[in-house]
């Protein structure tokens, strides 16, 4: 219930909470559970908070949306530094951008969900995420390596077998002289491809070893 609220913060209505939840049930039936999975979701807050009189759901416009002065949704400051970073200009913006992304990505979406509805949005979001944390460090990496070597190490604990980050985490390892972590990270892409019955492509295996030789590529 609350993971689909929060994928509306203007609200949901009834109707479309059952489409979500309850596909398959009959609409007396499904809409028992609307109720009761709104209550049991009250009962739970205000269990955790201690806040006994509050709703946390409320009903307005005959939609049903989350209280947003009681909770705050990483979701939406997630969804609107995406936005942003279609406009960011300057490597501060850039900058702030990354840290904000890094904060409110910490897992995927829902990710104990089957729902059809979740599981696209699961993927849309990593997806857009992942490619715009890559963009942002491509913006920064020159002025500000560290930071942008933070961004795309936090990308791959999301998408472990994204070939092209670990190939540009290595370079930036390689400029800040590590050769070391350049060993780790491609030790680290193996282990994960491993799992596939894969291993590192030619353009990566080429690039590491030219990095190993002391070349480090821009």
């Known amino acids: 219930m609350l993971a689909h609220l929060a994928l509306h913060p203007s609200g949901s209505t009834r109707d479309r909470c059952i489409d979500a939840l309850w596909p398959d049930h009959q609409p007396d039936a499904a809409g028992a559970l609307l109720q009761a999975a709104i209550s049991s979701t009250r009962k739970v807050l205000r269990t955790t908070t201690g806040l006994g009189e509050a709703m946390f759901i409320v009903r307005a416009s005959n939609r049903y949306q989350i209280d947003s002065d009681l909770i705050d949704i990483d979701l939406e400051h997630l969804t609107h530094a995406l936005a942003q970073a279609r406009q960011a200009a300057t490597d501060a913006q850039h900058l702030r951008l990354l840290q904000t992304l890094t904060t409110h990505y910490t897992g995927h979406f829902a990710e104990d969900l089957t729902h ?33 070597l933070h961004a795309l190490e936090h990308a791959i604990t999301h998408d472990p077998y994204a070939e092209p980050l670990y190939r540009t985490i290595m ?37 590491f070893t030219t990095l190993q030789s002391g070349n480090t590529l821009h």
């Open 116 to 148: 059809e509805w979740a599981q696209a949005h699961r993927t849309h979001l990593r997806r857009t995420t992942l490619d715009t944390l890559t963009d942002l460090a491509h913006h920064i990496q020159e002025a500000h390596p560290e930071q942008a």
């Open 171 to 207: 370079q930036l390892q390689a400029r800040l002289e590590r050769p070391d972590a350049v060993q780790r990270t491609y030790r680290l892409l193996t282990e994960h491809l491993t799992n596939l019955d894969a291993e590192p492509d030619s353009q990566t295996h080429q690039l």
